[in-house]
């Protein structure tokens, strides 16, 4: 009876990821608080808000529920130079030679391609991923899932659902929960994701597909007064959401519901 219960135990604290490798449970997010999303700089942060998102080069706030922000499909515009080592450079998307760009934001789709390359560029992630747990964040969120509908044409959703299960994995290795960032068409739960960051989906009509799947673990951003009012006014009540400016600035004053 005694070690029936010990691995009745196991089972409990332990989440097991693809190949029956087993890992530290994650920490969920809390409920009743509010979020603030400050990828733009670190800013001071209220007591009502108990769960914040910082970049990976920022640090963590002490008591609160931090979330790792992680280009995962793309490059930061600032890393460019760290993607055109040559031990790296193969791993950004090319298209007659040059990188392929996403025009929005200036940054270089990664080569997801192939099983090769998804396992090297994990690798990288995985060791950003570590940084992010060893410096007190409890998640990550994985930004840019949907790179392959700007890469006119050559990677395929296939290709970042399988990168995105790698992800995950060194997520949930390094202890941290995994948040799904965009393409909410898609159940990010069967890749193993455990709460979803969903930007503008009260713009687009699209916060009711990340509920569904996650329930409680989604934290809603908007930029713009009339859409998060709307989204205050049908998710508020579950789900923590917050006002800010497109650059992210600290500066700028967030509002919430």
Not at 100 to 120: F, Q
Not at 217 to 233: I, L, P, S, W
Request: net charge positive; with cysteine; hydrophobic share 40%.
């Amino acid at each position: 009876m005694r070690r029936l219960l010990g691995l009745l135990l196991v089972s409990v604290l332990l989440v097991p990821i693809g190949g029956g490798t087993a890992y530290a449970r994650v920490e969920p997010m809390p409920r009743g608080t509010d979020a603030d999303y400050q990828l733009g700089g670190e800013d001071s942060v209220p007591a009502h808000v108990g769960i914040v998102a910082r970049d990976r080069t920022e640090r963590s706030v002490g008591g609160k529920y931090n979330i790792c922000y992680v280009n995962g499909f793309q490059t930061q515009p600032n890393e460019k130079r760290f993607w055109q080592h040559r031990s790296h450079r193969d791993l950004v998307l090319r298209k007659n030679g040059k990188p392929v760009v996403d025009e929005n934001w200036g940054e270089w789709l990664l080569d997801i391609r192939t099983p090769a390359k998804r396992k090297r560029i994990a690798s990288i992630m995985g060791r950003w991923v570590a940084g992010c747990a060893k410096h007190g964040f409890q998640a990550v969120e994985f930004d840019n899932l949907d790179s392959y509908t700007r890469s006119r044409w050559l990677i395929e959703r296939a290709d970042a659902v399988a990168f995105a299960r790698l992800l995950v994995r060194e997520a949930h290795s390094a202890g941290l929960a995994a948040a799904q960032k965009n393409l909410a068409d898609l159940d990010g739960t069967r890749l193993g994701f455990d709460l979803a960051v969903a930007e503008s989906c009260a713009e687009f009509a699209e916060c009711w597909r990340y509920a569904r799947y996650y329930g409680s673990q989604v934290v809603m951003v908007e930029y713009r007064r009339a859409d998060f009012d709307k989204g205050c006014d049908r998710y508020g009540r579950t789900h923590p959401i917050v006002l800010r400016d497109l650059d992210l600035s600290p500066s700028y004053t967030p509002r919430f519901c």
